[in-house]
C-alpha cells in the first residue's frame, strides 16, 4: 500500500500489549481504496463550503480526491468495511488502530503537544496545517476582493491550501508520515471521557467515534498528539480519513 509498513509494538495505558505493524504512510490514498474496494475510479470531488474554497484550481473548487492524495469522505462504518474487505483479501486481521495505539504511534517516544516541539515550532516540514497559504483566499479574479481571514498560524507556511499527497512531509521517529494534518483520521474507539478502559466502545457500531490528528483546515493546537474530535460512524467529512494497522501474531 504504496510503502513499506512500520511495526510498532504499543503498550499505552488501557491497551493490551499488541505488536502492530502501522502503514508507513499518512493514511489510504484515493487510489489505493478506489483500486482494492471500488467497482470503478473515485470522483474528483472539490471541496463543497460555502467558505470560498470554491474559487480555486478554476473554480471547480480545490482538489480533495486526486489519486495520490488521502482518501477523505470516507465514514467510520467504510473503513471498517475497507478493513474486514482487506482481511479477507490478505488473510491477515487489519484494522483501524484504537486511539490509544494510535496517540503512542504518533508520539513516537515523545512527551511534548506534538512529536516535532511545541506548539510554536515551525510545522512547515513536518505537517500539513492551517499557515499562511491556507489563510488567504484564492480568489484569481480579483485577488483582494475577498481578505484573508481563514483562522491559522500565519507564522509558518507548509505551502498547502489544502491537503497534500500522501507522504509529502517528514515522517515521525518512528518512520510513520503525517500522524499530525494533513488529514486526520477514524480510530477504532468510542469516544469515552478519560480514563479510558481497556477494550472500552472498540470496534463496536453504536456511538460516536474517535478522531485523531487534525487536518489543514487545523492550527497546531488541533492537531495535537493528544487532542480528541468525535463524529457519527455514519459521517463522512471532507478532512477525515484512514489508517489501517495489521494485527498478526506472525510479526
Known sequence: MQRAARCVSTAPAAVTTTRLKFEAVSILTTAVTAACASPGPLPIRGLETGEVYQF???????????????VVRVSW????????????????????????????ACRSGSAGPLWYGTLDDDFSRSANLSDATHHTVDYPHVPTSVPPWRPADTR??????????????RPNPWGLFD???NVAEWTRSTYRPYPLIAGDGQGDRIGRKTVRGGSWLDRP??????????????????????????????L
Open 56 to 70: 480555486g484550481d478554476y473554480e471547480r473548487g480545490h482538489h480533495l480526491r486526486r489519486p495520490e492524495q488521502p
Open 77 to 104: 462504518d467504510q473503513a471498517m468495511a475497507f478493513c474486514d474487505w482487506l482481511s479477507n483479501k490478505a488473510s491477515m486481521r487489519f484494522t483501524l488502530p484504537t486511539e490509544a495505539q494510535w496517540e503512542y
Open 156 to 169: 509558518f507556511d507548509d505551502g498547502w491550501r489544502v491537503s497534500a499527497p500522501v507522504g509529502a512531509f
Open 221 to 250: 493546537r488541533r492537531a495535537r498528539s493528544a487532542f480528541r474530535m468525535h463524529y457519527e460512524p455514519s459521517q463522512a467529512l471532507h478532512d477525515v480519513g484512514f489508517r489501517v494497522v495489521c494485527e498478526d501474531a506472525t
Open 179 to 181: 500522524m499530525h494534518g
